[in-house]
């Protein structure tokens, strides 16, 4: 057995207990359904054929439990798929979804390195896993072999600074406690960081709480016995070399360096787009993972869903309309939670009544109609509003039908 195996046999990550799935469904990202859509289709998948999901390295089931929850609510056709090394941890996975009456689901026991075997697939969620992997780029490879040419793939892969200060820990741990079983190992490894002064880089990194939520945490952040990080133009390039394209991070504004730019300091011009990207990455400092969306290089270019289709549907993500609106009118911003810390987004007042008319049903030419005025400057206003919002993964646009349901 790897250690691997070992490891999330003895902490299924992340911890979970199947009886809570009965009082709330843990939702994120990569994943939400919406998201998916946005980014990776368009704002207009073809719900009439049936959406083929990986779910790879799987876990205990926060992803798959996501997404078929979701599609089964919206009433989508679906046929999904969950692989992970773990038996221990695909049994809570299956017990979650048994206690949700999420059937049909294939659960497979085995290596993501041999997913193509199993698609190929609209929509792979790949989270927390690729950098687990001796080769990352076999995972990559592997995931662009099982994608259809018409999917897309949804990642989450840390990122090095905001972990700052757990490979000094991790590589310390590992020469000291090889060899140890999975339990005395965690036993001793929560002693000695108890001895590590305030001022290691660790203990400084207020971001980090995984390994203080449960004893899968701290094995997962501390204890991993194969685990990197990426920098953002790194997980562009092991994208690139599989025959992929980074079409978007879920929260694009975090790897926008213009906000971090006082007046006089301009960014280099011909700056490419992964470099400026990183840019931002390395002046927030405080970002733990990237969640990005990924499609075949040849469709990435055209994924995502566009403010200006004004045919589409906007849904906001985590606000009522009347309330962010009813903020706009007051305050002239909106607010976002960005790695860490509130970002507050202009947008002008005049904004508002466009926003409270966000229903889930209405296109944005319709809002457009029923907010009356001058067309044209209510179209200037919603381009505003589309820039902030969607930056921050607080707006997603999807095609008419999908509202009707
Ligand atoms: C950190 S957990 C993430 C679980 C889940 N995706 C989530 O985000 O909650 C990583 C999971 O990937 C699985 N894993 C690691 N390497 C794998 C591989 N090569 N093939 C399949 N699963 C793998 C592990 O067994 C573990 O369950």
């Known amino acids: 057995m790897s250690e691997i195996t070992e490891q999330y046999d003895a902490y299924p990550y992340p911890e979970r207990d199947p009886d809570d799935e009965?009082?709330?469904?843990?939702t994120g990202s990569p994943s939400d359904l919406r998201e998916i859509e946005h980014f990776l289709f368009a704002g207009r998948r073809d719900w009439s054929r049936p959406f083929r999901v990986l779910v790879a390295g799987g876990g205990t089931g926060d992803g798959l439990v996501q997404i078929a929850q979701q599609l089964a609510w919206a009433g989508r056709s679906a046929e999904i798929t969950y692989l992970d090394l773990s038996t221990a941890a695909r049994e809570i996975a299956e017990r979650r979804a048994g206690i949700r009456g999420l059937d049909g689901i294939r659960f497979e026991t085995g290596d993501l390195r041999e997913a193509a075997r199993l698609g190929p697939f609209d929509y792979i969620d790949c989270c927390g896993v690729l950098h687990h992997l001796l080769e990352p780029q076999e995972g990559f490879d592997a995931l662009a072999a099982a994608l259809d040419p018409g999917g897309g793939i949804g990642l989450m892969v840390y990122a090095p600074h905001g972990r700052s200060g757990v490979y000094?820990?991790?590589?310390?741990?590992?020469?000291l406690l090889a060899g140890l079983p999975p339990a005395?190992?965690?036993?001793?490894?929560?002693?000695?960081?108890?001895?590590?002064?305030?001022?290691?880089p660790f203990r400084r990194n207020s971001h980090l709480v995984d390994h203080a939520a449960s004893d899968a945490g701290f094995y997962d952040l501390l204890l991993h016995s194969c685990d990197r990080a990426f920098a953002i133009e790194e997980l562009d390039a092991h994208l690139s070399r599989a025959g992929l394209g980074l079409v978007s991070p879920a929260r694009p504004a975090l790897y926008d360096p213009a906000r971090f730019l006082p007046e006089g300091v301009a960014l280099p011009e011909d700056l490419p787009l992964a470099a400026r990207m990183?840019?931002?990455?390395?002046?927030?400092?405080?970002?733990?993972?990237?969640?990005?969306?990924?499609?075949?290089?040849a469709r990435a270019g055209r994924a995502m869903a566009r403010g200006s289709d004004s045919a589409l549907v906007p849904h906001l993500r985590g606000a009522a309309p009347e309330k962010l609106a009813a903020h706009v009118a007051a305050k002239g911003e909106v607010a976002a939670q960005g790695a860490g810390t509130r970002i507050s987004e202009?947008?002008?007042?005049?904004?508002?009544?466009l926003l409270a008319r966000i229903d889930g049903r209405r296109s944005v030419a319709d809002i457009v109609a029923a907010a009356g005025g001058d067309t044209l400057a209510a179209l200037g206003h919603w381009a505003r509003i589309d820039r902030a919002l969607t930056g921050w993964g607080l707006l997603h646009y999807a095609s008419p039908r999908q509202a009707e349901r």
Do not use: D, M, N
């Open 22 to 26: 009965r009082r709330r469904l843990v």
């Open 168 to 175: 000094p820990l991790q590589e310390a741990f590992r020469t």
């Open 184 to 200: 005395e190992r965690l036993a001793r490894a929560r002693e000695i960081l108890a001895r590590v002064p305030e001022g290691h």
């Open 278 to 297: 990183g840019l931002a990455e390395r002046l927030s400092g405080t970002l733990k993972t990237h969640i990005v969306y990924a499609a075949p290089e």
């Open 346 to 353: 202009p947008l002008p007042r005049a904004c508002a009544p």
